[in-house]
């Protein structure tokens, strides 16, 4: 099975007919796989995507395909290093590897295999809809030699929701027989209610058509937007609005796109738009709002109901409540479905092959220099060293560098010779080095933070942390001294210690990035979703290319967008 690498996207919708009939042919594939998604995702985003393709050969069409994202990442450890997660990820509810029943077992380790051809560190194989058999041929691919294959804990966010759970609502031929079979007696009695309200006149429902779209569409997402101002930065809002008014006008064209409006007399008082997916006869819903001052009657509950009833009319099998075990979606009677997620991570803890990806050099390179603007210079010629080490003729990193060592050059400091040491990866010399300075003057506090810093960045957690909380003792002053002992005190797992570290180095220093990413980081380890969004906000407001944050941040969007 031969597998190509589609990076373009003019070239990827050359390829739309296969595409569609592999869609077709796999009884896996689901809405969030499917042409009109997959094509304009793709085309929206500007972060680094791959689609592998797969056939027999040259003259073949494809009849396989599975859609990537990369991401360059960077800490002091090991320096910058790429991670993988599944195309989609994590505006999608749903992602996949999509392929013929027939042909997975030879497409399916041949997409592995390509994979291991990469740079990466980890690949995070999440909210995949497969069949055991399927996730059995792409996780067994990943040799215990090499890879760990780790299944992810379910774990409730600071509120208790359990974003692997997918509550979905069978759906029966007739009304009369989802409310009877769906509800309780009391919630069966509120729903007639409401629907009466709906039917006798007092409200009133309006579908999106090709001329009211725009007007629907705006509706939705003011009232989407007005709900969420109070827990979103302003540039988190605007990105999530862009995807919304994006992939939904793109869906619609499609014919795949159910968007009812409540009104109360001429007042919209909510609206929730889901995708029809045709194949499956399913309705996902993927955004939904409401005037938040409407209490009575209950406007997202009765858009709901009369959706439901709209899909049994019209055939559709299943109503799909997405991610996340809100207590209101079990009021319509759903059934749960988990989905587990899987962390393939290198047993190195490094890149495979020691080496940055090199599709991602122009993110990377972007990356450094804003280190080198920042004042990070230790940070920056590591990047350089990583760009050089894949391409020798990067005029850009070596330039940088070449500027980095000649400003470091030590003026009889031993300690910005150290420093000089460590980055040229010289660390049994740094420590002797520093280690001598500290037997003659123990209080030296440049040589025991730049001791600490050295075994930092070697992956000696332990150590680093102890000679970085020395540190601090001599001077608490140092944004940077608090920052470090954080990562230190994370990678020992001490999450609520290293956050305390974190908003010591914010109050010294509020303009910085790296510690309100770590920060949120550090949360969100502790469950903390909500308040971890806000610091990725804020990281990604001081430093808007900072691509670890904006990872994070995205990671979070999606499992709060319920």
Known sequence: MQIDDIDDIAALRRHEAAWRAAY???????????????????????????????????????????????????????????????????????????????????????????????????????????????????????????????????KPDENG????????????????????????HTTRKHARRAMRLVDGGELSVTHATPETIDRDLG?????????????????????????????????????????????????????????????????????????LSVRRPPPGFIVHLYSIRWGIENGYKTYDLQLGDYSYKYDFGPEERRIINHAIVTKSKQNLRGKVEPRSLPYVFAMTQSF??????????????????????????????????????????????????????????????????????????????????????????????????RAIALNGKVASAYYNYGNALAALNRHAKALKSYKKAISLRPDYPQAHNAHGEALMALGRRGEAAKSFDQALALQPTYALARQNRDKLSTTRRA
């Not at 030879?106 to 995949?128: E, G, M, T």
């Not at 590591?382 to 000649?406: F, N, S, T, V």
């Not at 400003?407 to 660390?427: H, I, N, T, W, Y």
């Open 372 to 469: 080198a603007a920042g004042g990070q210079a230790a940070n920056a010629a590591a990047g350089c060293r990583q760009i050089l080490q894949i391409d020798p003729d990067h005029a850009g990193a070596r330039e940088m560098l070449e500027k980095i060592e000649a400003a470091s050059k030590p003026a009889d400091d031993p300690v910005a010779e150290a420093r000089q040491l460590v980055q040229q990866g010289s660390f049994s010399a740094a420590e002797e080095m520093l280690s001598q300075l500290l037997e003659d003057d123990p209080k030296n506090f440049d040589a025991r933070y730049t001791l600490g810093l050295t075994f930092l960045q070697q992956g000696d957690s332990k150590n680093a942390e102890q000679h970085l909380r």
């Open 161 to 184: 929701i359990d974003f692997t759970v997918y509550p979905c609502v069978a759906l029966p031929d007739d009304w009369e027989t989802f409310l009877k079979n769906h509800m309780g």
């Open 219 to 291: 509706i939705l997402l003011d009232l989407w937007k007005t709900a969420f101002t109070p827990i979103k930065t302003e540039a988190a809002l605007e990105t999530e609005i862009k995807h919304h008014r994006t992939m939904l006008r793109a869906c619609f064209d499609e014919g795949d796109v159910m968007l009812p409006v409540l009104w109360q007399g001429d007042k919209p008082i909510g609206a929730r738009a889901r995708l029809l997916d045709q194949k499956n006869r399913s309705m996902i819903c993927l955004v939904g709002a409401r005037d």
């Open 24 to 154: 077709d042919a796999d009884p896996d594939a689901q809405y969030f796989m499917s042409w009109p998604w997959m094509a304009n995702w793709l085309d929206l985003i500007d972060d680094q995507w791959l689609v592998l393709a797969a056939r027999e050969d040259d003259a073949s069409p494809y009849t396989g395909f599975l859609p990537i994202q990369l991401w360059s990442e960077f800490n002091t450890e090991i320096g910058f290093h790429n991670t993988i997660r599944m195309g989609g990820c994590y505006y999608a509810g749903y992602t996949g590897i999509m392929c013929s029943a027939e042909d997975e077992e030879r497409v399916v380790p041949a997409f592995a295999k390509r994979l291991k051809q990469l740079n990466w560190l980890a690949i995070s194989v999440d909210r995949v809809v497969a069949s055991p058999r399927r996730m059995k041929l792409f996780l067994g691919a990943f040799a215990p030699s090499e890879f760990d294959v780790q299944a992810a804990e379910p």
